[in-house]
C-alpha cells in the first residue's frame, strides 16, 4: 500500500501536467514550423512560431491554416501560412503594385517596394475567378465566413489568387513570433502589423 502511495504521488502530478499541456495545445496555441519561402523576408522557411487559437483575425494578421480542400493540390495535414488582406465583405485588387481594400490602398511596409510589385500582378477578385476557375462567377467580394490571402513573398507564393478563399473553420489560428526569436523590425511587421 504504501509503494503504491508513493508511486502515484508523482504520476498524478505527471497525469496532470500532460492534460493541462493537451488542454493548452488544443485550445490555447500551439507551436507552427514555416514551410518554404512564401512569407519572405519576414519569416523563413524552418523558422519555428506559435499560432494563437483563440485570437481574432484582423485585416494584415498571419495566419495558420488547414490548406487541404482550400487549395486543390494540399495534401492532408498541410498548413499553410500567410496573411489576410480581405475579411468578409471586403472588395480587395491589385494594381500597380498596390493593394486596395474597399477601394483604399493599404500599407504594405512590412514588405519592400520590389517585394510588392514583383509578382503580385494587377487583378480583381473578379478577373482572379475568371483566370484561376474559382468561385461560382459572381465573386464580387470576399464571402462570408471567409478569407482572402496573400504571402509576403508575392511573386513565389502559392495562395488566394490562385485557389481562392480561406473557410474561417480552417484556420488554426493567428501567428505571433516569439520576441526572443528574429529581428525587431520582422518580428513588429509579423504581430504589429493587424488591424
Do not use: C
Given at each position: 500500500?504504501?509503494?503504491?502511495?508513493?508511486?502515484?504521488?508523482?504520476?498524478?502530478?505527471i497525469?496532470?501536467?500532460?492534460?493541462?499541456?493537451?488542454g493548452?495545445?488544443?485550445?490555447?496555441?500551439?507551436?507552427?514550423?514555416?514551410?518554404?519561402?512564401?512569407m519572405?523576408?519576414?519569416?523563413?522557411?524552418?523558422?519555428?512560431?506559435?499560432?494563437?487559437?483563440?485570437?481574432?483575425?484582423?485585416?494584415?494578421?498571419?495566419i495558420?491554416f488547414?490548406?487541404?480542400?482550400?487549395?486543390?493540390?494540399?495534401?492532408?495535414?498541410?498548413?499553410?501560412?500567410?496573411?489576410?488582406?480581405?475579411?468578409?465583405?471586403?472588395?480587395?485588387?491589385?494594381?500597380?503594385?498596390y493593394?486596395y481594400?474597399n477601394?483604399?490602398?493599404?500599407?504594405?511596409?512590412?514588405?519592400?517596394?520590389?517585394e510588392?510589385?514583383s509578382?503580385?500582378g494587377?487583378?480583381?477578385?473578379?478577373?482572379?475567378?475568371?483566370?484561376?476557375?474559382?468561385?461560382?462567377?459572381?465573386?464580387?467580394?470576399?464571402?462570408?465566413?471567409?478569407?482572402?490571402?496573400?504571402?509576403d513573398?508575392?511573386?513565389?507564393?502559392?495562395?488566394s489568387?490562385?485557389w481562392?478563399?480561406?473557410?474561417?473553420?480552417?484556420?488554426?489560428?493567428?501567428?505571433?513570433?516569439?520576441?526572443?526569436?528574429?529581428?525587431?523590425?520582422r518580428?513588429?511587421?509579423?504581430?504589429?502589423?493587424?488591424?
Amino acid at each position: 500500500m504504501k509503494v503504491l502511495k508513493e508511486v502515484m504521488s508523482w504520476v498524478i502530478p505527471i497525469v496532470i501536467g500532460l492534460a493541462i499541456a493537451a488542454g493548452i495545445k488544443a485550445f490555447v496555441f500551439t507551436r507552427v514550423r514555416v514551410d518554404g519561402p512564401s512569407m519572405e523576408p519576414n519569416l523563413q522557411n524552418d523558422e519555428k512560431v506559435v499560432a494563437f487559437k483563440q485570437s481574432k483575425v484582423k485585416h494584415l494578421s498571419v495566419i495558420v491554416f488547414d490548406a487541404h480542400g482550400e487549395d486543390p493540390a494540399a495534401k492532408t495535414n498541410t498548413n499553410y501560412v500567410k496573411r489576410v488582406i480581405g475579411l468578409p465583405g471586403d472588395t480587395v485588387a491589385s494594381k500597380n503594385g498596390y493593394i486596395y481594400v474597399n477601394n483604399k490602398k493599404i500599407k504594405q511596409s512590412f514588405i519592400s517596394e520590389s517585394e510588392r510589385t514583383s509578382g503580385t500582378g494587377n487583378w480583381t477578385l473578379a478577373s482572379l475567378e475568371k483566370s484561376n476557375g474559382w468561385g461560382n462567377g459572381k465573386v464580387t467580394v470576399v464571402p462570408k465566413g471567409k478569407y482572402f490571402v496573400l504571402g509576403d513573398h508575392r511573386s513565389v507564393s502559392n495562395d488566394s489568387r490562385y485557389w481562392g478563399f480561406v473557410d474561417k473553420d480552417k484556420v488554426v489560428g493567428v501567428v505571433k513570433v516569439p520576441f526572443w526569436t528574429s529581428s525587431k523590425t520582422r518580428r513588429a511587421n509579423i504581430n504589429g502589423m493587424a488591424y
